[in-house]
């Protein structure tokens, strides 16, 4: 995305520089941090009545004072039963919201695989959504696609969750999408394949090497984990309890590894050219996206054993080895555990242990202890490591094992992209935008002149010699309703209010014009105004004219 002109127009009562932004004074930030924490005995039942004085919580090995604690304790399903550790009677808590995002991958399941997913994902969402709360449909297709905007309505979920299970189970009912994401798909791939000097000239199963499947498979992943991110974004702004159900598969440790093995595959540590797919520091950016927004993640895979597609001509006639179908397993399973068991959520594979496991994960939405400290702010993005436990080591803690600390740049990206979902809160700064027509500029990209404006009253300024003083930020980003999110991008600058206009500064409005380049599927295009003084932020979102 490109910014062009973007502090073109200004009223000139009051002065812009890219000076140095003004500060109301020394002050030392302070965070709260908030963990939910799952706790069992050996046998897997659930454990209550446990005070904030039987918890430990550490931070990069340094132990925090527990300042905020909470018990939260719903009805459990039949299978689980509660353990009470305290003898006087336990205190209700009102529940939290939740706020739930479904993301189905694009499979081609049997029916004895695909019926008892969907049905335990639809009688999970009975029992945990309550109204109120806000869940998202998305599937994957070589790119997201909303499938149910955020709602608490069941039966809309039930009516798309039936029509995406026909499509796991037998050829999609929208051939046309289908096709026309395939066809984006590879031609990204074939420009990509050219900007890395690498030649693929005809991407399907007939003709693709294990090496280039490989490719394939890990151009796929970083599309996927890109979405993934996006979404957890959108819901990075809403309260309460928060989690992503990840029914996937191909979200792997070695992208396409069961290519560059071969059928003959054997098990064993990586390989030189299998380092070059490792996916490593994708999958993490996916923790770490989700535990900056304390957010859970739920992996699902039901393809199991033996459900392995074929896709490399070096394959296509060969029988797998007895091994193969356990080095294809192992590699799903152990990027999509680190994820969950990172953020304090579960992993279940194949049909029969995701029945099993999804009642528990319902559980966790209503049966869980919110523990909290306080913790100094750097102003920087940076992970912190966190362990919870519980003084009575015959327990099983489990909860997210990261903090990870945003700047005020990120924060803001989080709400642009939070408002492009309408999920995101509007803020105090009341901001206007307006569109202009826009222009091609290329294959599927044009340009849209944009026009925003604020009240400089809502800014704080601060006193200095030469007249007050104040700096601001806008922040700009498009996206649509597929779930598509183009870069954030944004820029600074300081205002000074010269002695002589002080008695008419509260009237003047900030306007800026700018240009923004879009893809051509963009929809939606999200501005968010930040006061770098006061810290303090407005949102707004406009819908683009139909082209």
């Known amino acids: 995305m490109r910014i062009t002109s973007l502090w073109a127009v200004a009223l000139a009562s009051l002065q812009l520089a890219a000076q140095q932004i003004p500060h ?226 191909r979200f792997s440790r070695i992208a396409g590894k069961e290519y560059l093995r071969g059928l003959d595959a054997q098990l064993g540590p990586k390989t030189a050219t299998e380092l070059e797919y490792d996916m490593s520091n994708e999958i993490e950016s996916v923790t770490k996206t989700a535990n900056a927004n304390n957010v859970r993640i739920y992996s699902l895979y039901p393809e199991g054993l033996g459900n392995v597609a074929i896709g490399s001509a070096e394959l296509k006639y060969q029988a797998p080895s007895p091994v193969f179908d356990q080095l294809v397993l192992d590699n799903e399973l152990d990027a999509m555990k680190e994820v969950s068991s990172k953020t304090g959520g579960s992993l279940a594979w194949g049909s029969k242990d995701i029945v099993q496991i999804l009642p528990a994960i319902r559980d966790d939405f209503d049966s869980y202890y919110s523990l909290a400290y306080r913790a100094t702010a750097s102003g920087t993005d940076r992970s912190h490591n966190i362990a919870v436990k519980v003084k009575n080591r015959e327990y099983t803690v489990r909860s997210r094992t990261q903090y990870v600390e945003k700047s005020d740049v990120t924060r803001m990206k989080e709400r642009v992209v939070a408002n492009l979902f309408g999920t995101g809160a509007g803020g105090t700064i009341p901001v206007n935008i307006s569109l202009g027509a826009s222009q091609p500029v290329g294959k599927g990209r044009r340009t849209v002149p944009v026009v925003v404006s604020f009240p400089s009253a809502s800014l704080t300024t601060v006193p200095e010699k030469d007249g007050p003083a104040g700096a601001f930020s806008v922040f700009v980003g498009w996206g649509n309703a597929l779930g598509l999110v183009g870069d954030i991008t944004h820029q600074t600058r300081s205002f000074r209010i010269p002695p002589d206009q002080l008695e008419n500064a509260s009237r003047v409005t900030f306007t800026y014009e700018f240009e923004i380049l879009i893809d051509e599927k963009a929809s939606l295009i999200s501005v968010g105004v930040f006061d770098e003084v006061a810290k303090e932020y407005g949102l707004t979102r406009v819908e683009l004219a139909r082209q």
């Open 24 to 249: 109301l004074g020394e002050s030392i930030e302070v965070s709260i941090v908030n963990v939910d924490v799952f706790v069992t005995d050996r046998d897997g039942r659930r454990v209550h009545g446990l005070k904030k004085e039987d918890f430990e919580i550490f931070e990069d090995g340094k132990r925090q004072p527990i300042t905020n604690f909470a018990e939260y304790s719903g009805a459990l399903s039949g299978a689980q039963v509660e353990i009470t550790a305290a003898k006087e009677p336990r205190k209700a808590t009102p529940r939290q919201k939740r706020t739930i995002v479904v993301f189905i991958d694009r499979f081609t399941l049997p029916q004895f695989s695909s019926e008892p997913m969907f049905s335990a994902i639809r009688s999970f969402l009975r029992q945990v959504v309550r109204p109120g709360d806000a869940v998202t449909i998305v599937s994957w297709r070589r790119q997201v696609v909303t499938r149910l905007a955020f709602t608490d309505n069941l039966e809309a979920m039930e009516r798309v969750l039936g029509a995406i299970q026909k499509e796991s189970s037998f050829v999609s009912a929208d051939v046309q999408t289908d096709i026309l994401a395939e066809k984006e798909f590879e031609q990204e791939m074939a420009d990509f394949a050219a900007a890395h000097h690498f030649s693929v000239a005809y991407l399907d199963d007939v003709t693709l090497t294990g090496r280039e499947a490989a490719q394939r498979a890990k151009f796929d992943m970083r599309r996927k984990i890109s979405a993934i991110n996006s979404l957890i974004g959108a819901v990075s702004a809403a309260e309460g309890t928060k989690a992503v159900i990840l029914a996937t598969h």
